[in-house]
């Protein structure tokens, strides 16, 4: 059974940082790309950062580059991001998602993937 499991997320005051994790488990190949997709209350969804596996090159939304840095551990199947200087802009729920049909990273960042976690809030509030 395929299955994505996030964790790590809570309540932030600005400026300060968050790690957020996903454990993927269930996947007998793979994946083409793993990443992050937020969704803020009355907002679309919105991509945050993805990681291509096939050569481990990575994208972020504008919006979080510099602050936001993706990353996975192979032997444990996880990938990790690292959230720092958050705002409260960056609050929502954020979700991990896996790509299993190779499409283009643009494609990912839009929020297109083929199998999604449950989510994590996040919140960035004083």
């Known amino acids: 059974q395929l299955q994505l499991v996030e964790s790590g997320g809570g309540l932030v005051q600005p400026g300060g940082s968050l790690r957020l994790s996903c454990a993927a488990s269930g996947f007998t190949s793979d994946y083409d790309a793993i990443g992050w997709v937020r969704q803020a209350p009355g907002k679309e969804r919105e991509g945050v950062s993805v990681?291509?596996?096939?050569?481990?090159?990575?994208d972020y939304a504008a919006s979080v580059k510099g602050r936001i840095t993706i990353s996975r551990d192979n032997a444990k199947n996880t990938v990790h991001l690292q959230m720092n200087n958050l705002q409260p802009e960056d609050t929502g729920v954020y979700f991990c998602?896996?790509?299993?049909?190779?499409?283009?990273?643009?494609?990912?960042?839009?929020?297109?993937?083929?199998?999604w976690g449950q989510g994590t809030q996040v919140t960035v509030s004083s």
């Open positions: 990681f291509v596996t096939a050569d481990s090159s990575e």
């Open positions: 998602a896996v790509d299993l049909s190779g499409r283009p990273i643009i494609a990912n960042m839009r929020g297109e993937y083929d199998y």
